[in-house]
T-cell receptor, first 113, second 112 residues
Framework: DTAVSQTPKYLVTQMGNDKSIKCEQN?????MYWYKQDSKKFLKIMFS???????INETVPNRFSPKSPDKAHLNLHINSLELGDSAVYFC????????????FGQGTRLTVV | QKEVEQNSGPLSVPEGAIASLNCTYS??????FFWYRQYSGKSPELIMS????GDKEDGRFTAQLNKASQYVSLLIRDSQPSDSATYLC????????????FGKGTRLSVIA
């Protein structure tokens, strides 16, 4: 009965590889997000998706691309991985309400070597 | 640029004391305010939300909001060692589908 689940939990890969992280939510929320948490624990928004439409795209490299096959899923594809991409990536979801907080998945710790 | 500022800490309090965590934000049109707790190696967990000026209490937690001063705080009464975590302040500017903007978090350590 996990609300927001993402896989894998850990991902170790070499520079230059392409990888994907999957996210699914069973809360019936309208909006999903990808956040990046760096080594200093700062959570920064990367993407938001509302009803399968990208609504905000922060200034992240175009090597990162979100893909949403339906309202319950938002996957993150990363091409040509770099050392600086090492971080924890969190998927989150929320209702489209002023009062809505976001609920987070367990995170994917990506290590690029 | 929308910013949310928090003292990074660590804030150390003895067990049973009141822990006070503070947050300021720059965007005056901010509407919704949230406190998240994040244990080391875990994901952020929503613990409090507040939308109107004043206090909101939930168990040992009290959130306080002052929109005129652009200030939001979290009080934890009867602090327990299990409260030791990083507390993240988050602000939602306009509507629910605007991503939350997070502060860098305050690390709280409750000493037994």
């Amino acid at each position: 009965d996990t609300a927001v689940s993402q896989t894998p939990k850990y991902l170790v890969t070499q520079m230059g590889n392409d990888k994907s992280i999957k996210c699914e939510q069973n809360l019936g929320h309208d909006t999903m997000y990808w956040y990046k948490q760096d080594s200093k624990k700062f959570l920064k928004i990367m993407f938001s998706y509302n009803n399968k439409e990208l609504i905000i795209n922060e200034t992240v490299p175009n090597r990162f691309s979100p893909k949403s096959p339906d309202k319950a899923h938002l996957n993150l594809h990363i091409n040509s991985l770099e050392l600086g991409d090492s971080a924890v990536y969190f998927c989150a979801s929320s209702q489209v309400l002023r009062t809505a907080g976001a609920f987070f998945g367990q995170g994917t710790r990506l290590t690029v070597v | 640029q929308k910013e949310v500022e928090q003292n990074s800490g660590p804030l150390s309090v003895p067990e049973g004391a009141i822990a006070s965590l503070n947050c300021t934000y720059s965007d005056r049109v901010s509407q919704s305010f949230f406190w998240y707790r994040q244990y080391s190696g875990k994901s952020p967990e929503l613990i409090m939300s507040i939308y109107s000026n004043g206090d909101k209490e939930d168990g040992r937690f009290t959130a306080q909001l002052n929109k005129a001063s652009q200030y939001v705080s979290l009080l934890i009464r009867d602090s327990q060692p299990s409260d030791s975590a990083t507390y993240l302040c988050a602000v939602n500017a306009h509507s629910g589908n605007t991503p939350l903007v997070f502060g860098k978090g305050t690390r709280l350590s409750v000493i037994a």
